[in-house]
């Protein structure tokens, strides 16, 4: 089972890490962060199905947030690479898109890369803050 979500900004997207720490009773297998000019997408994905119950409560967080998501089939390329395997550098190169972060929700990998972006742009962008 995964979810997909578009977020305007950062600090959304850090409530979702905190909110998947929290919950540790969610079977989160990995969760991709990638960041785009205009916001961040990112893909939760579960170990199983959750039970109906928890698939609601998690939908009605995230659609507090952002909204679901399909991607353009550049970006489905991407998410699949990233499940397949293959490596973050490797797959940046490949299709030029920022993956922040792929794996266990880091909030470290998205606070790294909101530091690096602001500080080479001279100035912090709405979909940073």
């Known amino acids: 089972m995964e979810f997909i979500y578009f977020l305007a900004n950062a600090s959304l997207t850090l ?7 929290s919950m540790t009773h969610l079977p989160v297998r990995f969760m991709t962060v990638i960041h785009q000019i205009d916001g961040w ?5 579960m170990n199983y199905s959750l039970e109906p119950q928890q698939r609601g409560d998690f939908r009605a967080f995230m659609n507090e947030l952002g909204v679901a998501y399909e991607p353009e ?4 390329m991407v998410l699949w690479s990233l499940e397949t395997g293959q490596s973050p550098v490797e797959v940046m190169r490949r299709y030029q898109v920022a993956v922040v972060s792929h794996g266990i ?7 790294a890369f909101r530091q690096q972006f602001t500080r080479g742009l001279g100035y912090c962008p ?4």
Request: aromatic share 4%; no cysteine.
């Open 73 to 76: 089939i550049r970006l489905q």
């Open 15 to 21: 409530r979702v890490v905190e909110y998947l720490h």
């Open 126 to 129: 709405e979909t940073l803050a």
């Open 105 to 111: 929700p880091d909030r470290n990998d998205i606070e």
């Open 41 to 45: 997408t990112i893909k939760v994905k």
